[in-house]
C-alpha cells in the first residue's frame, strides 16, 4: 500500500473506528434516511480499518484514544499540539520509517530462509538466487519467454500463508511467461513440459521492497510449486 493511501486510510479511518481495539462503541438513534447512512458509512470504515489496521507497518502501535482526542479537538476547532503544516510530514515520515523497519526484518527472515533452503537435498540454485526443487520430472519442451503457458500453482510465503492459489481455486491458470515476476520468468523457461517444481524466489525476484497487498510483505521471499500442463507458441 502507498504511503499516502496508508495515511489516508488510517488516520481518517480509524477516528471513525466504533468496534476495534480500546475504543468504546456507544448506541445512536437512527431517525432519518440520513442518519442511517452516515452510521452505515462508520461501520463501513470501521470494519475496513480493524481488518487492515494489524497488519500495516507500524499499525499496531497506533493509540487510537490519542488519535480520537486530536480528531476531537480539530472538530472543536481547539489549538493543535502539533502546526498543522506539519501534520502531513509526522504521518508520513512515520510510515516510511515503520516500513522500513519492517522491510529489513523481512529480509534478514528472508536471507536466512534462503541460506537453509540452499542446504536441503535436492534443491538447486541459479546465479541470480533462484531456488528449484524437482517433484515430477517432465520431458516435454522448455516454454521461451515468449510463449504463453498454462499452469497450476500453489503460492505461499515463508511462513505457510497462503497468498494466491490457482489449485485451491480449481481451475489452472494462463499467461505469457515474460508478463509475471522475474522469478517465474526464469524458472518457467528451465521447466521442461509436464514437470511439478517447488520454487522459491528471492525478494529481488518478486515483488521487492514495495511487496504486494496484505500478504506479500516488502522483501518478502516467496514459495510457489508450479506444474508445467501446456505451453501455447
Not at 85 to 100: E, I, L, N, P, W
Not at 143 to 168: L, M, Q, R
Request: charged content about 20%.
Amino acid at each position: 500500500m502507498k504511503i499516502k493511501s496508508l495515511v489516508l486510510t488510517l488516520v481518517v479511518g480509524t477516528v471513525m473506528l466504533v468496534s476495534c481495539g480500546n475504543i468504546k462503541s456507544s448506541k445512536v438513534q437512527l431517525k432519518s434516511l440520513a442518519d442511517s447512512a452516515a452510521y452505515a458509512i462508520g461501520i463501513d470504515i470501521g470494519n475496513n480499518i480493524k481488518k487492515n489496521l494489524p497488519t500495516a507497518p507500524g499499525g499496531k502501535d497506533l493509540d487510537q484514544k490519542i488519535i480520537l482526542a486530536a480528531f476531537t479537538s480539530a472538530l472543536n476547532g481547539d489549538s493543535s499540539q502539533i502546526p498543522s503544516a506539519k501534520v502531513s510530514g509526522v504521518t508520513q515520515v512515520y510510515f516510511m520509517k515503520c516500513q522500513q523497519l519492517e522491510a529489513g526484518k523481512a529480509g534478514e527472515v528472508g536471507k536466512k530462509f534462503l541460506d537453509e533452503n540452499a542446504k536441503r537435498s535436492g534443491v538447486k540454485t541459479t546465479a541470480s538466487g533462484l531456488q528449484y526443487e524437482i517433484l515430477k520430472e517432465g520431458n516435454g519442451a522448455k516454454p521461451a519467454a515468449t510463449d504463453t503457458v498454462v499452469v497450476h500453482y500453489h503460492g505461499t510465503t515463508i511462513e505457510g500463508k497462503v497468498f494466491d492459489s490457482s489449485v485451491d481455486r480449481g481451475k489452472p491458470a494462463s499467461f505469457p511467461v515474460n508478463q509475471v515476476i522475474p522469478g517465474w520468468t526464469e524458472a518457467l523457461q528451465l521447466m521442461p513440459l509436464g514437470s511439478k517444481w517447488k520454487i522459491v524466489i528471492p525478494a529481488a525476484l518478486a515483488y521487492g521492497e514495495r511487496g504486494a497487498g496484505a500478504d506479500i510483505k516488502p522483501n518478502s521471499v516467496l514459495v510457489f510449486e508450479v506444474e508445467l500442463l501446456e505451453i501455447k507458441k
